[in-house]
């Protein structure tokens, strides 16, 4: 048994600390220590530079350790959608997609198989595979668990879900979210440094933060951006996202079963312009649609 499979025996991936043995029953994630996925295939709807023009080689986990009520990838989430794969198929998955010409790995929500990933990668590049390693991450990992991905992640994709603990703990019942969120964007950023491009402007390597803004709540998405560019300034980029779809009707917080208004979403992004903030990602038009959701049908497995 290695280093990395121990660390399912007691799980402290994420910052529920759950303790649980996952060779032997579920994490708060869901998920055991066998792997589950939903896809792998090609995915053009990443930000520019990390889609390119060949599309992201997207690796879909299923599970997570966050659980947001208002999750655009729900049935995946929960657990209620996913395929067992082994790692050694892991490993051909990403050679695969490689071989159709990914620009990158992007491993989606991999957090609670961060050991399995480990090791994985280390086989996949002992083999060939040589594109750039993306981690796309609901950002709630330990410390530890980020710093076994040191050296074989290029470019980290965390969200920066929210600034205020009383919405964190509405939505993803994480009052302390902020706080490890901003602490793992910084590890991330030691890790692998400002961003870097390629000639044909592919991200190489570096971080973009990503922020959905959520209908009804753009004050926090202000006091977010501020604390990011006040703390990281142009050390990162930005995603500032409109593309959040109700898929649910909530009866307690009435304002996520409707789509982001033109109004809130520009009033953001006025905001971000104000404090200067340069290095960002927006997305322009009625983009808030069931098409940014994929098919979760095994594709790629």
């Given amino acids: 048994m290695s280093q990395d499979d121990d660390a399912y025996r007691h799980c402290l991936l994420c910052e529920r600390r759950c303790g649980i043995d996952r060779s032997l029953k579920a994490g708060y994630c869901g998920m055991t220590d ?40 729900r049935n995946i989430a929960i657990g209620k959608t996913g395929k067992l794969i082994s790692q050694d198929r892991l490993v051909e998955i990403y050679l695969e997609l490689q071989e159709k010409g990914a620009h990158n790995i992007n491993l989606v929500t991999g957090t609670h198989f961060i050991p399995s990933i480990v090791q994985s990668l280390k086989t996949a590049k002992k083999k060939g595979l040589s594109i ?21 992640v290029d470019i980290y994709l965390p969200d920066v879900k929210y600034y205020s603990e009383d919405l964190s703990a509405q939505f993803s019942n994480s009052k302390d979210y902020f706080k490890i969120a901003m602490r793992n964007v910084k590890i991330m950023l030691d890790q692998v440094g400002k961003t870097k491009f390629d000639e044909n402007s592919i991200m190489k390597s570096g971080l973009i933060v990503r922020h959905l803004v959520l209908p009804g709540h753009t004050n926090d998405s202000k006091a977010l951006i501020k604390s990011l560019y006040d703390e990281f300034g142009d050390d990162i980029y930005i995603s500032i996202m409109s593309q959040y779809t109700p898929l649910l009707s909530f009866k307690d917080h009435k304002e996520l079963s409707r789509k982001l208004t033109d109004r809130e979403y520009d009033r953001v992004l006025d905001y971000a312009l104000e404090l200067g903030l340069n290095n960002a990602f927006v997305q322009e038009g009625h983009v808030a649609s069931e098409s940014f959701i994929p098919e979760f049908d095994y594709e790629g497995l």
């Avoid at 295939?41 to 659980?67: D, N, Q, Y």
Wanted: aromatic share 12%; proline share 3%; with cysteine.
């Fill in 34 to 73: 066998e792997i589950y996925a939903a896809r792998a295939a090609l995915h053009m709807w990443e930000e520019g530079p990390i889609s390119g023009t060949k599309g992201s080689g997207a690796v879909f986990f299923s599970g997570c350790s966050l659980r947001c009520i208002f999750c655009q990838n």
């Fill in 132 to 152: 750039p390693i993306v981690y796309n991450t609901g950002n709630y990992e330990t410390e530890d668990a980020l710093g076994m991905l040191d050296g074989l």
